[in-house]
């Protein structure tokens, strides 16, 4: 359980986009306002599994410049970043943490930055974390590895921690004959072709193919469509300038899924609370805080709610200065007895919004 103490959002038209980011703002466009510097203290949320992706996607950004070569190399860098990322490591906090930590190694070993096939007479070259960037600079970033086929863009691959599938459809297999590519979640897909349009920004050419990887390093593929590249772009475009045209309210998409994982919901006007079931988010005003013998606590909100901490506070006096305070508090677990009775877990983040 963590406490953050945020400033009020503030709201600012971004003047360039990132894949990742784009992609993410097209489903609310009201994101767009929001993601700036100002409100960084929102995106420090406890979701291990972006942490321990973000350790794999720095070891490929090190291993751009400064080429690692062996197993010892590998695991130390892997240690210190992890270190960087998460105080105390990661290894008991991400489900399947050692299957990742293969798969990162796997990807960082197995591709040297140019090899020659005499049979296929291809030269093939993988470049990992390259700055790209669009010719009027609206949209920029970093594929995880753009493979070149003599000189060529051949590829894009773009690794992940997390399920890639929409949870919409049902689990396949590999023996289902389903065509994969066509199942992966929007937001991967669209981030995959606005790489491809900064490629074809930088080397004049589009990639002939768009790979998502798989924790266990399994390579989902699919043809890169350049009309499917330019629409999506041309969306985004439309939405820039809707941000200095539209209201707040105009702009909003608020739904379950959508405001679920949202980085802005504390203090999002327009958001819609996850209701615990088992786990969710609730939010009201602390009128009052039990410090209990154990150097546990429960937290009283002005509904009725409470909130029980079953494991000892190592910091009481900044849980006690939370009375009377406007909290949200996400990833709380539901009692089973009592309807307005919730438990904090180890994933919990109480956001104090200063008003």
């Not at 504390?266 to 805080?289: K, L, S």
């Not at 606590?297 to 200065?321: E, H, R, W, Y």
């Amino acid at each position: 359980m963590r406490i953050i103490t945020v400033s009020p959002l503030t709201k600012q038209v971004p003047e360039r986009f990132s894949p990742s980011g784009a992609n993410w703002i097209l489903k609310c466009h009201l994101r767009g306002l929001f993601k700036n510097t100002n409100n960084k203290g929102y995106d420090l949320k406890n979701n291990y599994a972006a942490a321990l992706g973000n350790v794999i996607h720095k070891i490929l950004d090190i291993n751009s410049s400064n080429r690692i070569n062996t197993e010892e190399e590998f695991n130390i860098i892997w240690q210190l970043t992890e270190q960087e990322e998460q105080n105390g490591g990661l290894k008991y906090l991400v489900k399947n943490y050692a299957r990742y930590k293969y798969a990162g190694k796997r990807l960082i070993l197995k591709e040297p930055d140019g090899v020659f096939h005499e049979r296929s007479n291809f030269l093939w070259q993988f470049l990992s974390e390259r700055w790209l960037a669009s010719s009027d600079g609206f949209l920029r970033g970093r594929p995880d590895t753009l493979v070149l086929k003599n000189g060529l863009p051949y590829e894009i691959k773009d690794y992940k921690t997390g399920q890639v599938f929409r949870e919409d459809i049902p689990e396949m297999s590999a023996d289902s004959g389903a065509d994969f590519y066509d199942f992966i979640k929007d937001e991967y897909r669209n981030q995959l072709l606005l790489y491809a349009y900064l490629v074809r920004e930088n080397y004049g050419f589009f990639p002939t193919k768009l790979t998502v990887v798989t924790p266990d390093g399994t390579e989902i593929s699919g043809p890169c469509i350049p009309d499917e590249v330019t629409g999506l772009v041309s969306r985004i475009r439309v939405m820039q300038q809707n941000l200095t045209k539209l209201r707040e309210g105009e702009l909003a998409s608020p739904s379950a899924l959508n405001c679920r994982y949202c980085n802005y919901k504390p203090d999002c006007p327009f958001r819609i609370i996850t209701e615990p079931g088992p786990y969710g988010d609730i939010a009201g005003t602390a009128v009052d805080i039990n410090a209990h013998t154990f150097g546990n606590f429960t937290i009283t909100l002005n509904s009725g709610q409470k909130i029980f901490m079953p494991q000892p506070c190592a910091d009481m006096d900044s849980v006690l200065k939370l009375k009377g305070k406007p909290l949200f508090i996400n990833n709380v677990k539901q009692s089973a007895s009592h309807p307005d009775g919730y438990s904090f877990t180890k994933f919990s983040i109480i956001y104090n919004v200063q008003q």
